[in-house]
């Protein structure tokens, strides 16, 4: 049974960091593109960040870019978001997804076969 699990959410106050985690079992995810999305209370959820097989390719949404760093650990089967110079409008739940067939990063939500359950990311100003 696939499961992706993640952890690191909590309450950070703006300017601050947090490492989101996100750990893969059931099966081998070398192969997968994985992703960050996020959903805010009242909003769509919404990418944030991909990472190909092997960390080939990298893409972030605009409003991360130059703050979040994606990064995958294959040994581990563990994917990591490490977020900085966190805004208040950062705060979400955070989701990771992955898919085996894309073989490219994807951006929309419909593309992703397996979900995580969500760690909340509350950045307080």
């Known amino acids: 049974q696939v499961q992706l699990v993640e952890s690191g959410g909590g309450l950070v106050q703006a300017g601050g960091s947090l490492r989101l985690s996100c750990a893969a079992s059931?099966?081998?995810?070398?192969?997968?593109?994985m992703g960050w999305f996020r959903q805010a209370p009242g909003k769509e959820r919404e990418f944030v960040a991909c990472?190909?097989?092997?960390?080939?390719?990298?893409s972030y949404a605009n409003s991360v870019k130059g703050r979040f760093t994606i990064s995958r650990d294959d040994a581990e089967s563990t994917v990591y978001l490490q977020m900085n110079s966190l805004k208040p409008e950062d705060t979400a739940v955070y989701y990771c997804?992955?898919?085996?067939?894309?073989?490219?990063?994807?951006?929309?939500?419909?593309?992703?076969?397996?979900w995580g359950q969500g760690t909340q990311v509350t950045v307080s100003s």
């Open positions: 997804a992955a898919d085996s067939l894309l073989g490219r990063c994807a951006f929309v939500v419909k593309e992703y076969e397996y």
């Open positions: 059931g099966r081998t995810f070398t192969r997968d593109t």
């Open positions: 990472i190909t097989w092997l960390g080939g390719r990298l």
